[in-house]
């Protein structure tokens, strides 16, 4: 599974969506207004320590990444939208059937990022206003908790971009904000042997972020392969309650 690993690895946000882009700096990413959070694990001593997490945004089951996950024993935070749930009712029962590995965290119910205003992010339309992005969150935790009995803490934006004035207001719904210090896939739009360079290139306390739902794309390849060399070079995986 580590074939892809041994080449260099790149900037971590050299490529997104085919564009070039500054690589990400210690704070928050400032983009035309917009802020992307970064999140890291609480430090400890002793062996490299990353949390996974991937998105489920509209689209298909990756069962690469999936059974993965599962026969290698690594825990993973399924950031997922009310849209692909009712899209993927075999790859939802994957996830229901092992809940010691996938904690599901919510993505939002139509997966439209939380920015003010009508300019799209990514070609994706905005939720635009503060009701319709409450909306967005309650709808996609409502529907997390239809499937499995519980609320979820965390919420991703789709796009991980936020307007800045909408963070405090979410968090005062009592919803941590899930931001990431490693982008492995850029979407799901680079190549395998790129994406698992940069997840095996970890960091201690890095929280990887990718995606679950594009089985078609090589990127899904790229994050087992890279999962795969991390286990093997004895980073141990953790949940993301345990970042800062």
């Not at 609480?42 to 689209?59: E, H, W």
């Not at 908790?145 to 800045?164: I, M, N, S």
Request: glycine share 12%; hydrophobic share 45%.
């Amino acid at each position: 599974m580590c074939d892809f690993c041994g080449g260099g690895s790149i900037s971590r946000r050299q490529f997104i969506y085919g564009g070039l882009v500054a690589p990400l700096a210690l704070g928050p990413i400032e983009k035309d207004g917009l802020v992307e959070p970064v999140l890291r694990l609480n430090p400890q001593p002793g062996p490299r320590r990353v949390a996974v997490t991937l998105d489920a945004c509209p689209g298909h089951f990756d069962p690469r990444i999936a059974n993965l996950l599962v026969e290698r024993n690594i825990p993973a935070t399924i950031f997922i939208t009310a849209v692909w749930m009712r899209m993927n009712p075999e790859g939802l029962a994957f996830f229901l059937k092992h809940p010691h590995i996938f904690t599901l965290e919510n993505h939002g119910a139509r997966h439209l990022p939380p920015v003010l205003g009508g300019q799209p992010v990514y070609g994706l339309a905005v939720a635009g206003s503060w009701p319709a992005i409450e909306t967005e969150i309650t709808g996609g935790a409502e529907a997390i908790y239809k499937v499995t009995g519980r609320r979820p803490v965390w919420y991703r934006g789709a796009a991980g971009l936020y307007t800045p004035s909408v963070i405090p207001q979410i968090e005062a719904l009592n919803i941590r904000v899930a931001g990431y210090s490693l982008v492995s896939d850029a979407g799901a739009s680079l190549p395998a042997e790129m994406v698992a360079s940069r997840i095996s290139a970890a960091r201690d306390g890095d929280v990887i972020e990718g995606h679950i739902n594009q089985p078609k794309r090589s990127s899904g390849a790229g994050i087992a392969a890279g999962l795969a060399c991390l286990q093997q070079s004895g980073a141990q995986f953790v949940r993301l309650d345990d970042a800062a």
